[in-house]
């Protein structure tokens, strides 16, 4: 139990363009999602907090016009990277607080590659 | 902001021998993760600590909650090929699931058969 499941697992697009990113609570209700960013070789980076019904809250220094984060119902989070440009290439990752009370659960990730 | 100093950021080792990571924080924690990540995958937590002073194990893996809540290590014994991948500990300020979680930096293990 307890699985988040993200799509796409890997995407390249365009310079200019807009990518969407879905994570999806399986088996439970996430009211919060955790969106991560993770440049390679270097550890994961909270970007934003998406809670169901409200606005997200992005940690300082993230665009929030630039990455829109949507949390329309208990099990859907997307993260849209828009105007994506060659410096938005990096692994995002979306994690909930698992309902086992036991840490968080991580999607699987997504590789964006902007060319 | 919070930070946590793991370490060390790599080793090697040979097949069978212990490991051993630690992370540290100027800060305290009253929740400490320990995830694993193979490359091109989310990370999957390994142990979660609410506790000063716990120590639980899972497996071969055993992890413990300093007292000062401001630090934790983690311990693989007889490491097996299959453990080669990025650890990283995690810390959140209480035990509630809605809370931010920073992450150290990783510490990259490659076993050596």
């Known amino acids: 139990g307890a699985v988040v499941s993200q799509h796409p697992s890997r995407v390249i697009c365009k310079s200019g363009t807009s990518v969407k990113i879905e994570c999806r609570s399986l088996?439970?209700?996430?009211?919060?999602m955790f969106w991560y960013r993770q440049f390679p070789k270097q550890s994961l980076m909270l970007m934003a907090t998406?809670?169901?019904?409200?606005?997200?809250?992005?940690e300082q220094g993230v665009e929030k016009d630039k990455f829109l984060i949507n949390h329309a119902s208990l099990t859907l989070s997307t993260l849209t990277v828009t105007s994506a440009h060659p410096e938005d290439s990096s692994f995002y990752i979306c994690?909930?607080?698992?309902?086992?009370?036991?840490?968080?659960?991580f999607g699987s990730g997504t590789r964006l590659t902007v060319v | 902001g919070q930070q946590l100093n793991q370490s060390p950021q790599s080793m090697f080792i040979q097949e069978g021998e212990d490991v051993s990571m630690n992370c540290t924080s100027s800060?305290?924690?009253?929740?400490w993760l320990w995830y694993k990540q193979d490359p091109g995958e989310g990370p999957v937590l390994l142990i979660a600590?609410?506790?000063?002073?716990e120590l639980t194990s899972n497996g071969r893996l055993t992890a413990q909650f300093g007292i000062t809540r401001k630090d934790s290590f983690l311990n693989i014994s007889a490491s097996i090929p299959s453990d080669v991948g990025i650890y990283f500990c995690?810390?959140?300020?209480?035990?509630?699931?809605?809370?931010?979680?920073?992450f150290g930096i990783g510490t990259k293990l490659q076993v050596i058969p």
């Open positions: 998406s809670n169901e019904g409200s606005k997200a809250t992005y």
């Open positions: 995690a810390a959140a300020p209480n035990s509630g699931g809605y809370q931010k979680v920073t």
């Open positions: 600590l609410y506790k000063a002073g």
């Open positions: 800060s305290i924690f009253n929740t």
């Open positions: 088996d439970f209700q996430a009211t919060t």
């Open positions: 994690s909930a607080p698992s309902p086992l009370g036991y840490g968080y659960t």
